[in-house]
Every structure is written in C-alpha cells, then in structure tokens.
C-alpha cells in the first residue's frame, strides 16, 4: 500500500507565510532607454529545480538564449524520494531523458495513489511507462540541471531575481547579487513564495493550511517488528503517519504535528517524540535525524499566469498538498506545455494566440488538481464522515471504471485539452506506439511537431521547418494520420491535406517563405 504522501513535498509545500503577499515593487514601470540594460537573453528564468530547469531545457532544443537564476548556492543535500508519474515519465521519454532517470529510481507499481486508497493499477493502462519511479529529490534535480547545462543554457547559483521592470521590448531583470539583466521574457519558477509573482502584483487566493504534517529521516531505537506492527495498527484509521525503512540504517517518518512547535521555525527532534507519543504511545527511540521537516495542505492558484512578458509556472502559480504525489509532476508538466510555445514566440513563427494557450490549458489542470487534493486531504482525515465516505469509495474503486478514471486523473494521462470539435483523440496525449523506425517518442525529441501519416499522401510543406514527418502505413494506430504539437498532444486527426495546413497554421504559423528570424 503507498502512502498518501508517495512523493515527498517540495520546498514549496513546506510552511507556509507570506505566500498571499502581492504588491509592486515599483520596478514594473517602463525603463528609460538610458537606464535599459542590454538584451543579453532571451528568457530569465527564477529557480532551477525540476520546473525550471525542465522549461529552461525546452528552451535550449530551440536556440533560445537561456539564463537560470537560482538563489540556492547548492542544491538541497538532505534526500526526499519524489514520485514520477506516467505523464512524467512520458516526457522524459519524449527527450531522450528517460534512460538516465531510471538508473536513480526504482519503479513501483501504479495504483493507491489516490488518497492511499490501497486498490491495484487497472489493467492496460494506456501508457507504455504504466509505474510510479521514486527517485530521490537532488538526484532529479541534479539530471535535469545536468542536461540543461549540455544543451547550453547558462545557470547561476547564490543568485536570485531581486526586482525586474518590463516594458513593451522585454524584462531587466535585477539580481540579488546587484547584477542586471535584460531579456525578452522573464518566467518565475521560484516557487510558493515565488518573488516574481509577489513583484507582479498577482493575486494566490486559495486556502491556509489546517493540517500541518512533520516529516523527516532519522534513526530508531526500537526493532522493526514492532516498528510494523503498530504503523499497521494506527494506519487502519490515520492515513498521515508512518515509519519506514529509508536506506543507511534510518527511517521515513511522517507524523501529524497537530499545532506541535512554531510555524515559522523547524521543527525539531523533540517535536517527532511528542507527536509519536501522543499517536502511537511511543516515540520508537527516534534519534540521530539527517533532516527534519513541516509541511501543510495549503491550497493556491494564480489569479493569472503572465503579465506581459512575465510568466509563472509550477509552485509559482499553483500550491496543493503534496498527497497523491501530484506536486513535482505539475510543475514539469507545466513547464513542458509552456516551452515550445514561448520559442516559438521568440524565434517569430508563433500564431498570435499561441502564448494565451498556456494559461487556457494549464490553469484548468491545476485547478482539478487542487480540487482532487482537496478530496484526498478529506478522506485522510479521521473524523467518522470522511472515514465512511473513505469507506464508499473503496467500495467504488472496485469497479474498474472508477479506479481507471481516479489513476488516470492522478497520473495526468487522462487529461484532453479543449482544442474544440474534433475527433475524441484531439486535445489528447498520444501514448508511444510502435512505428516503422522503433518508437513514437524517440522521434519527438527534438522538440518540434510532428505528423503522422500512415496514408503517405500528406505533407507538411512550408512547415517543415518546424514539423516533421513520418510517412509509416505500419504505425500501430486506428486513424489515418496525426499531427502531434511538441507536447505531443494531438492537435489534429484526418486525412485531408487542406484541414491539416489548416490546423498546422494555427499550431506553428504562418508557412516559412525564406529564413526564420532569429528573435
């Protein structure tokens, strides 16, 4: 049975203050051409964990001039296990990413993630990567920053964005070390506390957090045996408590902390014997912690997610509790939605609207998967309603179609964006069939669309520039042809060469008559 909390919580997800906090800094006026520093880069991008570094790595497949600030000197030593999901899991098979990150993690199976509910993965599951990876948190983040770096962006720790002015050309950008910076687009991936959006003077509306829950790796002093039978005897009724086994003779513990120590300081090893205490009748001899932590189930969303030429992604625009393991994946995920759109703005072959999508398809998902951890936090709680309605769904969850829609919802294969009528495939993802040349994804990895054409009659024409195609009778696939966005989702299903130039010029532009700008 996984736990609820099956991907441990991001920086963001830990306690929460001064995250409702707006305002302008007074560095959102036009600059004077005087005072402009010079357009150094394309994108500035705050913060380079997973969501940064994985938008700043879209960025580069498109020769976008890329600078990532982040404000950490290293990266976070104290290991937390993060869980990649399916659609994760597809993406960073799309990039050729895939094989490195499975040499970290271990695959486990892909069911009880919803609210822990402990029902097995439904069969055929629509994905060749149908399993959760857990990987430890700085190993992600160290792949991602290592890739990032070998296609040529530039990173710079000990360096956050401290102020920024826009103006109707770009984004100077000041940094916390007193440098400056000039770029086109500036994007805040710096988390719940994320300073760019505070600078934008954009709304986090949402909900405090009313369950706080401690969380760290230390030694125990008492055998295993007892350790599992009574984390199985209080897990029967209180889904956020646990202890177990985390590698170099210490133990996961997560326990609720129940108004335990001060919100604003770390909590400290004292506080884990109370709470163990006061749940379990023991505090297990807990001793030696590598790192503590707190968390809460603060939900927030965005009001908006770009001003202009600023944008936000990941913990940024959205914050939820980390049950279900949903957090991290919908950062990367947003990141994956916004990266080609935004070099294509850059590079000038953008359609007018193509940026506005970004915010049209994500802040929806975001929404759902705040709605679903709020369902989730509901069934964990142990007052008799929630434990009966906890009790009904799992009677539920035995029909197939029930547990399908709750994994798919989770692991974020279910999701279709609304690209209008249309065959039910379109707005959807694409799973990784077989065609002539080995497998789907291993063609995307360049970052451009792509058609799919088993009729052979199609063309991309004047777009070839940006789409490529694959002429394959032979692909494991029930329509004519697919033209799949970068994302690949499928943005078109047909056979008619007139509709397909159609929809490739609402997806990738005007057809090229001569060599691209450069930006």
Request: net charge negative; proline share 6%; aromatic share 6%.
């Amino acid at each position: 049975m996984h736990s609820p909390f099956n991907a441990e919580p991001s920086s963001s997800e830990m306690v929460e203050r001064d995250l409702t906090g707006g305002g302008d800094s007074g560095l959102r006026s036009p600059a004077s051409g005087a005072d402009r520093a010079p357009l150094m880069f394309d994108v500035i991008i705050a913060g380079c964990g997973p969501t940064g570094a994985m938008l700043a790595a879209e960025l580069r497949l498109h020769d976008v001039r890329v600078l990532v600030l982040e404000k950490e000197t290293e990266p976070v030593s104290f290991v937390r296990i993060v869980g990649l999901h399916i659609r994760s899991l597809e993406l960073m098979a799309m990039r050729g990413l895939l094989e490195r990150v499975l040499e970290h993690g271990r695959r486990r199976p892909a069911g009880g993630f919803f609210a822990a509910i402990p029902k097995p993965a439904p069969e055929g599951l629509d994905s060749a990567h149908a399993y959760l990876l857990g990987i430890p948190q700085p190993v992600i983040v160290r792949l991602l920053e290592e890739h990032v770096v070998e296609l040529g962006a530039q990173v710079r720790r000990g360096c956050a964005v401290a102020g920024f002015e826009q103006d109707d050309e770009g984004v100077t950008v000041e940094s916390s070390d007193g440098g400056r910076f000039r770029s086109r687009y500036l994007v805040g991936c710096d988390g719940a506390r994320s300073t760019v959006r505070k600078l934008l003077g954009v709304g986090f509306p949402g909900e405090p957090s009313r369950n706080d829950t401690l969380m760290g790796k230390m030694e125990v002093g008492v055998p295993q045996e007892e350790i599992a039978a009574k984390v199985t005897e209080i897990g029967e009724t209180q889904k956020r408590f646990w202890l177990r086994p985390f590698g170099e003779g210490a133990y996961s513990v997560v326990v609720p902390a129940a108004g335990v120590g001060d919100r604003a300081e770390p909590p400290t090893l004292e506080d884990f014997k109370q709470r163990l205490h006061a749940i379990a009748g023991t505090d297990f001899g807990v001793h030696s912690p590598r790192w503590l932590s707190r968390f809460g189930d603060a939900t927030r969303l965005a009001e908006r997610y770009r001003v202009g030429r600023v944008l936000l992604v990941g913990d940024a625009a959205h914050i939820h509790p980390p049950i279900g393991g949903q957090g991290l994946n919908l950062g990367v995920q947003d990141a994956f939605n916004l990266g080609w759109k935004l070099a294509a703005q850059i590079r000038g072959w953008a359609p007018e609207t193509l940026l506005d999508t970004y915010q049209a398809e994500r802040r929806p998902v975001a929404e759902d998967v705040l709605d679903n951890t709020r369902a989730q936090m509901e069934l964990s709680s142990t007052e008799p309603g929630p434990q009966a309605v906890r009790r009904l769904l799992t009677e539920l969850m035995d029909f197939d179609e029930v547990n399908r829609y709750l994994i798919e919802k989770i692991t974020a294969i279910g999701i279709r964006y609304d690209f209008g009528e249309g065959h039910d495939l379109v707005g959807r993802r694409l799973r990784d069939i077989e065609v002539k040349q080995g497998h789907l994804y291993g063609l995307l990895g360049r970052g451009r669309g792509l058609l799919l054409d088993r009729t052979e009659r199609l063309t991309v024409g004047a777009w070839s520039d940006r789409v490529d195609h694959l002429a394959d009778p032979t692909a494991v696939l029930d329509v004519p042809c697919v033209l799949l966005r970068p994302d690949g989702h499928v943005a078109w299903v047909g056979d008619d060469q007139q509709d397909l130039d159609g929809h490739l010029s609402r997806w990738f532009g005007k057809p090229a008559t001569g060599p691209m700008p450069s930006g």
